[in-house]
């Protein structure tokens, strides 16, 4: 989950995709945000402890601007968080 540093009128149509990939973990995050003035979003990632600044790599992917589109196509969106996946194992009840 992200934070802000000042206040926000609305998020939406937020994506997230995280892939690991060799010893790295690859995050690409996307969203809509209404807000009056300028803010900082901050999205926390874990890093190794004692990780400098160098640890994190940003990388501008405005030059793809419809990487969530084509995930879409490549892997269809009939997953809803509404409905069960029928990818991932059913919990059973937890017993309190």
Same mark, same amino acid.
């Given at each position: 989950?992200?934070?802000?540093?000042?206040?926000?009128?609305?998020?939406?149509?937020?994506?997230?995709?995280?892939?690991?990939?060799?010893?790295?973990?690859?995050?690409?995050?996307?969203?809509?945000?209404?807000?009056? *003035?300028?803010?900082?979003?901050?999205? !926390?990632? !874990?890093?190794?402890?004692?990780?400098?600044?160098?640890?994190?790599?940003?990388?501008?992917?405005?030059?793809?601007?419809?990487?969530?589109?084509?995930?879409?196509?490549?892997? *269809?969106?009939?997953?809803?968080?509404?409905?069960?996946?029928?990818?991932?194992?059913?919990?059973?009840?937890?017993?309190?």
């Amino acid at each position: 989950m992200c934070c802000f540093s000042s206040r926000i009128e609305r998020v939406s149509g937020t994506h997230i995709f995280v892939r690991a990939e060799g010893g790295r973990q690859l995050v690409v995050y996307e969203m809509s945000l209404l807000a009056q *003035g300028e803010l900082a979003m901050v999205l !926390p990632i !874990p890093v190794a402890p004692g990780a400098g600044e160098d640890a994190v790599e940003m990388v501008d992917l405005s030059a793809a601007p419809y990487f969530f589109t084509q995930l879409d196509m490549a892997f *269809g969106t009939d997953l809803s968080l509404a409905a069960p996946s029928r990818l991932a194992p059913q919990a059973k009840a937890l017993k309190v």
